[in-house]
């Protein structure tokens, strides 16, 4: 704290801003480890019915994304399509730090983000989804455009039946 304030020159701040850039991109990188983690795990045990009833097994964690701005964000899925859709659900797919940058799977909410009054997305919504399914969808974000990451329960993700 002590070298934080006696060092309160521009170059300092520089440093300080670049380690908060970083921190979503570390934060999805120790996402994306964890879930391969899961995946090599239940590779390994795929031959013992034993193990895998057990315990179930999550190998993708979902979360959200939240602009500077306060709002998450969103993207579309299916776009073109009858089974097009809004999502502010994402699962890490590829992580480069360095770029700041990392390509996201989209995951679909069970109920729509959209208002229907006002055909805006609507974030009061999302405290309406109760699970939501991978797709083979993805979006490249550039990580330097916001300013938390909220990690969801695996439980969240059901899958397609």
Same mark, same amino acid.
């Given at each position: !704290?002590?070298?934080? @304030?006696?060092?309160?020159?521009?170059?300092?701040?520089?440093?300080?801003?670049?380690?908060?850039?970083? =921190?979503?991109?570390? !934060?999805?990188?120790?996402?994306?480890? *964890?879930?391969?983690? %899961?995946?090599?795990?239940?590779?390994?045990? =795929? =031959?013992?019915?034993?193990? !895998?009833?057990?315990?179930?097994?999550?190998?993708?964690?979902?979360?959200?994304?939240?602009?500077?701005?306060?709002?998450?964000?969103? +993207?579309?899925?299916? &776009?073109?399509?009858?089974? #097009?859709? &809004? +999502? &502010?659900?994402?699962?890490? &797919?590829? %992580?480069?730090?360095?770029?700041? =940058?990392? %390509? @996201?799977?989209?995951?679909?909410?069970?109920?729509?983000?959209?208002?229907?009054?006002?055909?805006? %997305?609507?974030? *009061?919504?999302? #405290?309406?989804?109760?699970?939501? +399914?991978?797709?083979?969808?993805?979006?490249?974000?550039?990580?330097?455009?916001?300013?938390?990451?909220? #990690?969801?329960?695996?439980?969240?993700?059901?899958?397609?039946?």
């Amino acid at each position: !704290m002590k070298d934080f @304030l006696e060092h309160d020159d521009e170059s300092h701040h520089h440093d300080k801003d670049k380690k908060c850039r970083n =921190c979503i991109c570390e !934060m999805l990188e120790d996402i994306r480890e *964890a879930q391969e983690e %899961v995946r090599n795990r239940t590779e390994d045990k =795929c =031959c013992s019915l034993n193990d !895998m009833e057990q315990r179930p097994i999550h190998d993708t964690i979902p979360f959200l994304l939240q602009t500077p701005y306060g709002h998450p964000y969103f +993207t579309w899925g299916k &776009v073109g399509t009858e089974h #097009c859709f &809004v +999502t &502010v659900f994402f699962s890490v &797919v590829k %992580v480069d730090c360095e770029e700041n =940058c990392a %390509v @996201l799977r989209l995951l679909k909410p069970n109920a729509s983000l959209i208002d229907p009054d006002t055909d805006s %997305v609507e974030p *009061a919504l999302i #405290c309406n989804v109760d699970f939501v +399914t991978k797709t083979n969808e993805c979006v490249l974000v550039d990580l330097s455009c916001f300013s938390a990451l909220k #990690c969801l329960s695996p439980k969240f993700i059901k899958n397609k039946q």
